[in-house]
């Protein structure tokens, strides 16, 4: 077969199956490499999926509580990361939290008030989309609390998730990881996109020039909240789709499920990509 041409109409009613598909890929050159990784994200994002939903059913079936928190700086992928997780499981029992900044009434209150609501309850998960971790490194950075209330929480959060630890909540702690080159590509991709433009707020055009200063309140915050009852677990971020299956293949390692036996696919994930927190770490962001 001629490799300098592209692949035809003819060629696709040949293949039967994407092994087959795969392989013709292969044969044209890997003019559609693109085609092939996409294919393959595609499976393992359903396989993968479908043991969220066998996790799902067996901590509803168990009154599990499960807390999984995503941080990262803006535009590190923390909304598409939980679409994902979230898309086929029952809406019964998962739920999105995402805040809005606090109300004045919130403002007087204990800063942890309106997050114990939000919680998990009996057979239930929660993705939160940010969290308290808001006062650990947005608020400071923008001047959004005094240095006070920032060292006060840093003071109580540990103490605050080892109640809900020996309570049994199960806490998953995420920091999505983004170099600043890619964070600004997917800026100006907001900006250019008109379905993204919303997602481009007053903070993130910040996010570049208050870069140093993030990095040092996230530094901050894992020597201080990094536990071993609630560890950090950090996922690389430049490959959106890379990370999204990692962090999927993390959360389902965290358990010992029904059915996990009968997977179709590795649930450990890739230690390359996953990893705890250590302050001896290089981190790309």
Not at 256 to 272: F, Q, R, S, V
Request: proline content about 4%.
């Amino acid at each position: 077969m001629n490799k300098s041409k592209g692949l035809t109409e003819e060629d696709f009613k040949s293949v039967t199956n994407n092994k087959e598909l795969f392989a013709l890929i292969e044969q044209k050159n890997g003019a559609f490499k693109k085609v092939h990784k996409t294919v393959l994200y595609n499976e393992e994002l359903r396989l993968l999926q479908i043991e969220l939903v066998k996790l799902q059913n067996w901590i509803s079936k168990e009154n599990k509580r499960v807390a999984i928190v995503f941080e990262g700086r803006d535009a590190a992928g923390k909304g598409g990361n939980i679409r994902r997780f979230m898309e086929h499981l029952n809406p019964r029992s998962s739920k999105l939290v995402a805040l809005n900044k606090p109300t004045k009434v919130e403002k007087g209150q204990w800063y942890f008030q309106r997050y114990i609501k939000e919680l998990p309850n009996p057979g239930e998960i929660a993705f939160f989309d940010r969290s308290w971790y808001n006062r650990a490194v947005v608020e400071p950075v923008m001047g959004f609390c005094t240095d006070q209330q920032y060292k006060q929480f840093l003071v109580q959060v540990p103490e605050f998730e080892h109640m809900m630890y020996e309570d049994g909540l199960i806490i998953i702690k995420f920091w999505l990881s983004i170099s600043k080159e890619e964070q600004l590509k997917r800026f100006e991709g907001r900006k250019e996109n008109p379905l993204k433009r919303w997602k481009f707020s007053p903070v993130d055009q910040k996010g570049q020039s208050l870069w140093d200063k993030y990095t040092r309140f996230k530094g901050e915050m894992f020597s201080k909240t990094h536990t071993s009852y609630s560890p950090w677990v950090i996922i690389k971020t430049n490959d959106k789709k890379t990370a999204r299956l990692e962090a999927m293949r993390h959360v389902l390692s965290q358990f010992d499920y029904e059915g996990k036996e009968d997977a179709k696919t590795i649930l450990n994930p890739d230690p390359n990509v996953v990893m705890r927190y250590y302050r001896s770490n290089i981190q790309i962001d």
